[in-house]
């Protein structure tokens, strides 16, 4: 068998391999622009990073955007976009694997662009955003307005030289960026700030809001057209009127907005009405209230004298009531003679029935159900002592039934239980007897185990037990000299003292004792 020799190549940790190629990738691919599909976008990490691939038909590569960089975008990435990516190209030690650390990205194109504001305008449409439905009116002469926009701008100096032409009103000046990555949030806190305004605040509330901008291309307007942006337009709860871009242009806050604006200047024009045609149109119209008035009286007062010449004298007013008079006069006497009649026929009647209801006749009345009564009750009383007494000996002979029927049942089941016992009592006492010879087995067991582990038996062998004079075991020789001593052999115990301590030396010498009575002491032995 032939082993191998390791060759001249010097040997390198992974750790160092990884960082040199990614040194060589580094240098190699400073700063490079992918174009490709956004896949696996999931939105931004808990962190605010996001992580995603760049692919095309046969490759793909991972791609990082940190949260600093992320938040500056124009354009948000989506899934399936397709995107021209500005990097720095480096490697991933803990996956073994390179990766794209993203600058800047934009869609790769205007057809890019036109495609993903289709997919959101559709998207935003399908949660009702856009429906007539939700938007509201506009005021007719607005006392506050409201314009979020550019201040430096020529599209503010256009609305308040309009609305100064037409019909003077306050206006309030909320500023924005209108194009860059911070555009959408401004305008979209600017809406918001508006309506969270109180009527009665130190800053009016305004009764109209207009978002402007001037024309530009669909890169400048893009802010207009992010999500944030149109769901704020949508959710205002004061009228919003859109003038963004020229008349060509068309953003999707111009879908969200209640009322969308060809130009700025159209805004203005929207809010306000024109003072001189008002001032025209309210002479006029008192003009007309003044001739309609005079007319009104001229035909009122006409009215009055026909009606006066119309009216009947006194005497013909008066006739016909006379006449009523005279004849209801007539019908009185007849029916007061007729009703005197009625009276009295009502009157014999309630005599005859007051003879009926007096108070002896009621007595007499009463005594007789107060007889009936009397004798029906002695019936009944005699009906129910013998019903009760009937049941009671009913009762009593169930009674005795069941006690006879109680007692012999206890009696067998008390003979039933005492030879359960008489049957039970042999095998507690055989159980018994088990149990204690179990127990006398296992005591002599441990017993004969206790001989057999206790030192006992070491020292029948020929060795002895060494202790001080607290009767603790010695278990070496440092011994202080004149220090009493129990020494325990197999058959007996004698006392000693020693003579001297112990050597320098570190090997310990036998103890020298001395015996303390006349009890011969038997050698130990040796055991080498």
């Known amino acids: 068998m032939v082993e191998k020799t390791a060759g001249n190549a010097p040997e390198v940790t992974v750790s160092e391999l990884s960082q040199a190629l990614k040194r060589t990738v580094e240098d190699r691919f400073g700063y490079v622009r992918v174009r490709g599909e956004i896949s696996g976008y999931r939105g931004p990490h808990s962190s605010g990073h996001c992580y995603f691939c760049l692919k095309d038909q046969?490759?793909?590569?991972?791609?990082?955007?940190?949260?600093?960089?992320?938040?500056?975008?124009?354009?948000?990435?989506?899934?399936?976009?397709?995107?021209?990516?500005?990097?720095?190209?480096?490697?991933?030690?803990g996956k073994s694997s390179y990766q794209i650390v993203i600058d800047t990205i934009e869609p790769a194109g205007v057809g890019a662009l036109m495609a993903l504001l289709e997919d959101r305008r559709r998207k935003l449409a399908a949660e009702g955003l856009f429906d007539d439905g939700r938007k509201q009116l506009l005021p007719y002469l607005p006392e506050v307005i409201g314009v979020i926009t550019s201040p430096?701008?020529?599209?503010?100096?256009?609305i308040l030289h309009r609305i100064a032409d037409r019909f003077p009103r306050r206006v309030i000046v909320w500023p924005v960026r209108v194009q860059g990555e911070t555009s959408a949030a401004e305008v979209t806190r600017a809406i918001e700030g508006f309506n969270a305004l109180s009527e009665n605040g130190a800053i009016a509330r305004p009764d109209v809001i207009i978002v402007a901008r001037g024309?530009?291309?669909?890169?400048?307007?893009?802010?207009?057209?992010?999500?944030?942006?149109?769901?704020?337009?949508?959710?205002?709860?004061?009228p919003l009127v859109s003038a963004v871009g020229h008349e060509t242009d068309w953003t999707l806050i111009d879908h969200a907005a209640d009322v969308r604006a060809p130009t700025p200047t159209a805004a203005a024009e929207m809010c306000v009405p024109v003072r001189a045609d008002l001032l025209t149109t309210i002479r006029?119209?008192?003009?007309?209230?003044?001739?309609?008035?005079?007319?009104?009286?001229?035909?009122?007062?006409?009215?009055?004298?026909?009606?006066?010449?119309?009216?009947?004298?006194?005497?013909?007013?008066?006739?016909?009531?006379?006449q009523r008079l005279d004849r209801?006069?007539?019908?009185?006497?007849?029916?007061?003679?007729?009703?005197?009649?009625?009276?009295?026929?009502?009157?014999?009647?309630?005599?005859?029935?007051?003879?009926?209801?007096?108070?002896?006749a009621r007595m007499a009345r009463a005594e007789q159900k107060l007889d009936s009564l009397g004798k029906a009750l002695v019936r009944n009383r005699e009906v129910l002592a013998d019903r009760r007494r009937q049941a009671l000996d009913s009762l009593s002979q169930r009674l005795a039934k069941a006690f006879a029927n109680n007692v012999g049942a206890s009696k067998q089941l008390l003979a039933a239980q005492r030879k359960t016992l008489s049957q039970m009592e042999p095998r507690l006492r055989n159980a018994l007897g088990n149990m204690n010879h179990r127990r006398a087995a296992r005591l002599q067991s441990?017993?004969?185990?206790?001989?057999?582990?206790?030192?006992?038996?070491?020292?029948?062998?020929?060795?002895?037990?060494?202790?001080?004079?607290?009767?603790?075991?010695?278990?070496?020789?440092?011994i202080e000299a004149g220090s009493g001593l129990s020494i325990e052999f197999a058959d007996g115990k004698?006392?000693?003292?020693?003579?001297?301590?112990?050597?320098?030396?570190?090997?310990?010498?036998?103890?020298?004792?001395?015996?303390?009575?006349?009890?011969?002491?038997?050698?130990?032995?040796?055991?080498?």
């Open 58 to 93: 046969t490759a793909k590569i991972d791609a990082v955007m940190w949260k600093g960089v992320f938040s500056k975008l124009r354009v948000r990435p989506e899934e399936g976009m397709e995107v021209v990516a500005t990097g720095k190209l480096t490697t991933f030690p």
């Open 215 to 238: 024309g530009g291309s669909l890169e400048d307007l893009w802010g207009f057209n992010e999500e944030i942006v149109v769901r704020a337009a949508a959710s205002s709860l004061l």
């Open 494 to 528: 004698v006392n000693a003292l020693t003579t001297g301590g112990p050597p320098p030396s570190a090997r310990p010498r036998p103890v020298t004792v001395k015996p303390t009575r006349a009890t011969p002491v038997k050698s130990q032995g040796s055991l080498f």
């Open 446 to 478: 441990f017993a004969q185990l206790l001989g057999t582990l206790g030192y006992k038996q070491v020292l029948a062998r020929g060795y002895a037990v060494v202790r001080d004079a607290n009767n603790h075991p010695l278990r070496s020789a440092q």
């Open 152 to 158: 430096t701008g020529a599209v503010i100096r256009d």
């Open 328 to 360: 209801a006069g007539e019908r009185l006497t007849t029916s007061r003679e007729a009703g005197v009649r009625t009276r009295l026929i009502r009157l014999e009647r309630a005599s005859r029935g007051l003879v009926l209801q007096s108070p002896k």
């Open 284 to 322: 006029d119209l008192s003009r007309r209230h003044a001739a309609a008035t005079s007319r009104l009286i001229e035909r009122r007062r006409a009215d009055l004298r026909g009606l006066t010449r119309a009216l009947p004298t006194g005497e013909a007013i008066v006739a016909v009531p006379r």
